[in-house]
T-cell receptor
Framework: DAGITQSPRYKITETGRQVTLMCHQT?????MFWYRQDLGHGLRLIYY???????DKGEVPDGYVVSRSKTENFPLTLESATRSQTSVYFC?????????FGPGTRLTVT | QQQVKQSPQSLIVQKGGISIINCAYE??????FPWYQQFPGKGPALLIA?????SEKKEGRFTISFNKSAKQFSLHIMDSQPGDSATYFC????????????FGTGTRLTIIP
């Protein structure tokens, strides 16, 4: 199916564990983004990528790692999860500024 | 550093009324101003967008008003319907070509019968 997908949709993990959130898009968009959404903060950019093998930090990158070996995939890794990383994470891809968002991953760190 | 300030945080409007959400920005390099709509459990989706060469853009019941000198823009929803109940985000992008959007903090709109 065409579009942008995220997996898993829900994840519960413990403090200190590594967790990877997956994002896949079928449009071959050059740009991809990771956001976290928290009440009172709106959508905050974690990392973005202009193309395969090109990534850059956003507003809140600490504690996160990204990679982009293929245009269609943009995984986000929390190297050692903390409770403050409990959030809803959205992946997006864009064409001419219009960003298309995935359905989100609700992550809970206990 | 909040580059796009959005208000109000929440808004309750009666069915058939006009919903108005406001945003202000600081960066004069911004040249693209979209509004996104988000329903519970879903990702945001583009609703309407404007560039600073026009002062108003209308699509159906949704209108963006843009005031370049005041560095403000607003979303007006005419004849508001219960189906419009959602969270609305304003955003802005600059002309550096990296397609990054800076989002406001969101407005939770509730339309009551």
């Amino acid at each position: 199916d065409a579009g942008i997908t995220q997996s898993p949709r829900y994840k519960i993990t413990e403090t200190g564990r590594q967790v990877t959130l997956m994002c896949h898009q079928t449009w071959s968009h050059s740009y991809m983004f990771w956001y976290r959404q928290d009440l009172g903060h709106g959508l905050r950019l974690i990392y973005y990528s202009a193309a395969a093998d090109i990534t850059d930090k956003g507003e809140v990158p600490d504690g996160y790692v990204v990679s982009r070996s293929k245009t269609e995939n943009f995984p986000l890794t929390l190297e050692s999860a903390t409770r403050s990383q409990t959030s809803v994470y959205f992946c997006a891809s864009s064409a001419v500024y219009e960003q298309y968002f995935g359905p989100g991953t609700r992550l809970t760190v206990t | 550093q909040q580059q796009v300030k959005q208000s109000p945080q929440s808004l309750i409007v009666q069915k058939g009324g006009i919903s108005i959400i406001n945003c202000a920005y600081e960066n004069t390099a911004f040249d693209y101003f979209p509004w996104y709509q988000q329903f519970p459990g879903k990702g945001p989706a583009l609703l309407i967008a404007i560039r600073p060469d026009v002062s108003e853009k209308k699509e159906g019941r949704f209108t963006i008003s843009f005031n370049k000198s005041a560095k403000q823009f607003s979303l007006h929803i005419m004849d508001s319907q219960p189906g419009d109940s959602a969270t609305y985000f304003c955003a802005a992008a600059n002309n550096f070509g990296n397609e990054k959007l800076t989002f406001g903090t969101g407005t939770r709109l509730t339309i009551i019968p």
